[in-house]
């Protein structure tokens, strides 16, 4: 499975047999986000910057909420969390997603903002690729994700949903989240925009770049 980081919390996934999932798409956070195509969409919760359908071409179907599901050669599960601290009253609900195949399981964690729980953590199962927000102020911060990368224990976590170029959104640029990492963990910075399965960053977190950032 190639993973391609479109921006903010919005991921390509492309598996080996063809089928394309666009994960929260996004506007209004002060760029823009690149075209891009799927079969389907993911979307944790509709807020603006996560639930731009419009923004996907040729989609099938939009997923949203908790249960199972198998689209083409992926399955899907999304499980119920909050988007804040004291169980959604200021925000509302979030979907954890963990889309299956080619034998991997990724997880995006939407705009999670409870903090992590070992009975979250035991849902979600074995991870190879963790997809976390970082940014705090809407989801947890560089201490909650390193948290979830800690009780998860993904074989890569990827950082999102931080202020990067042109980012109009109050929230903390990803050095926040490396500073606090590399106290206790290997980051590495890709030089790209995608990441081909685990590949050679078992153990690390990958600083991935937005696809056609400049």
Excluded: W
Excluded at 66 to 88: L, M, P, S, T
Excluded at 113 to 119: D, F, I, K, V, Y
Aim: charged share 25%.
């Amino acid at each position: 499975m190639e993973i391609v980081y479109c921006g903010h919390s919005c991921f390509l996934l492309k598996t080996e047999a063809g089928t394309r999932i666009v994960t929260d798409p996004y506007t209004g956070v002060g760029y823009e986000m690149t075209p891009v195509a799927a079969d389907y969409v993911t979307c944790s919760h509709f807020h603006f910057d996560h639930g731009y359908t419009e923004g996907v071409r040729g989609a099938r179907e939009v997923i949203a909420g908790a249960g199972e599901f198998v689209r083409g050669d992926v399955k899907i599960e999304g499980f119920a969390a909050f988007h804040d601290d004291v169980g959604g009253k200021k925000r509302g609900a979030d979907t954890v997603y963990v889309f299956e195949a080619d034998g991997l399981r990724v997880c995006h964690m939407g705009d999670i903002g409870e903090p992590c729980t070992p009975a979250l953590a035991e849902k979600l199962g074995k991870i190879d690729v963790l997809l976390v927000p970082v940014g705090g102020t809407y989801t947890v911060d560089a201490k909650g994700a390193l948290e979830y990368i800690g009780a998860i224990a993904p074989q890569v976590a990827v950082p999102m949903h931080y202020r990067s170029r042109g980012c109009t959104l109050d929230i903390d640029p990803v050095d926040v989240f490396v500073r606090e990492a590399e106290k206790t963990r290997e980051v590495v910075f890709a030089h790209g925009s995608s990441l081909q399965g685990v590949g050679p960053y078992r153990g690390k977190i990958v600083v991935l770049e937005r696809v056609n950032h400049g």
